[in-house]
């Protein structure tokens, strides 16, 4: 099986596949918004105006909350995203993955906004409060409230959330990490 970056945005998984396609419609509206800002000359107004516009319908389309600034980097999927909220200052690395209902905002215990590196995926109602650092390639399970940084390669579930150690293929046993 191929492995996903954590490094190089895989931007196929963003691509607009037809016209019906709100979460990959609502990114893209929101890559064109940042481009658009760099842009120089009278027209510019109006490409930002065009891409907040249809921003805002796919925003509510989706029921998703994500600020037009958030820096995201390329390759984000967001298979169902209704009622994921993501804090205009979360970072997130190249081709993550997040469930519906995910919120990456503040009021943990470590102050600020969450840091998510490559490939993270993050399963449905996970909440990633404060300023935390989730490593490349970790998992964040279903429901999941993390509170502490997550290493990379790391499985965290429950709540709060504690690390496992993915069960390797045929085996019986998990072993578990030390709390987060
Ligand atoms: C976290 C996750 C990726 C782990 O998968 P995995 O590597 O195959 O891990 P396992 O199933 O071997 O589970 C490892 C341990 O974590 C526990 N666990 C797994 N997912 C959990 C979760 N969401 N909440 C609490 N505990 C969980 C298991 O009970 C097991 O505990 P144990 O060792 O005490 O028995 C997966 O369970 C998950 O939550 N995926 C999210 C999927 C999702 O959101 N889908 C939405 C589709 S619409």
Same mark, same amino acid.
């Given at each position: 099986m191929q492995e996903i970056s954590a490094? *190089? #945005? $895989?931007?196929s998984r963003e691509r *607009?596949?037809?016209?019906? $396609?709100p979460s990959r419609q609502l990114l893209r509206q929101l890559r064109g918004y940042q481009r658009s800002r760099t842009h120089k000359g009278w027209l510019r107004p109006l490409r930002t105006g065009w891409y907040v516009f249809w921003y805002r319908v796919w925003s509510i389309v989706t029921g998703a909350e994500i600020d037009l600034n958030a820096p995201i980097g390329g390759g984000?999927?967001? #298979?169902h995203p209704n009622g994921i909220v993501i804090h205009p200052e979360a970072v997130i690395g190249p081709n993550c993955l997040i469930f519906q209902q995910v919120t990456l905002g503040t @009021? @943990?215990?470590?102050p600020g906004c969450p840091k998510l590196g490559g490939h993270v995926d993050v399963g449905a109602g996970a909440k990633i409060l404060g300023g935390v650092t989730v490593g490349d390639h970790a998992k964040i399970g279903a429901n999941a409230v993390v509170l502490d940084h997550v290493p990379e390669g790391a499985t965290a579930v429950g709540v709060p959330a504690r690390l496992v150690l993915a069960r390797p293929v045929g085996s019986e046993q998990t072993k578990t990490w030390s709390a987060v």
């Open positions: 490094t *190089v #945005p $895989d931007w *607009v596949r037809k016209f019906y $396609d984000l999927l967001l #298979p @009021g @943990g215990r470590i």
